[in-house]
Nanobody, 114 residues
Framework: QVQLVESGGDLVQPGGSLRLSCVVS????????MAWYREAPGNQRELVAE???????MYIDSVKGRFLIFTINAYNTVYLQMNSLKPEDTAVYYC????????WGQGTRVTVSL
């Protein structure tokens, strides 16, 4: 059974950077499209970024040019590098497999504030 464990969230000032990690166990991420999602207070969970098995990436418009999704297959981990953070990026961030979703992990909280 695939399990997901996210980490790396923190309180950061606007303009700062964070790198989120999602360690995947019970499956080989090189065979999946992987994605990061976020859920801001009062909002529905939304897909933020996605990377296919071949390395093609997709981002929602609000994070293009600021976020980077990548994987290190040897670590079975998917990352989200977040730069130039804005208060509107504040959310709990999750990873999952968009084409075959598994149980959600606990997420990692990102707070962007002075």
């Amino acid at each position: 059974q695939v399990q997901l464990v996210e980490s790396g969230g923190d309180l950061v000032q606007p303009g700062g950077s964070l790198r989120l990690s999602c360690v995947v166990s019970g499956g080989d991420i090189s065979t999946y499209t992987m994605a990061w999602y976020r859920e801001a207070p009062g909002n529905q969970r939304e897909l933020v970024a996605e990377i296919t098995q071949s390395g093609s990436q997709m981002y929602i418009d609000s994070v293009k040019g600021r976020f980077l999704i990548f994987t290190i297959n040897a670590y079975n981990t998917v990352y989200l590098q977040m730069n130039s953070l804005k208060p509107e990026d504040t959310a709990v961030y999750y990873c999952n497999i968009p084409n075959a979703p598994v149980n959600w992990g606990q997420g990692t909280r990102v707070t962007v504030s002075l």
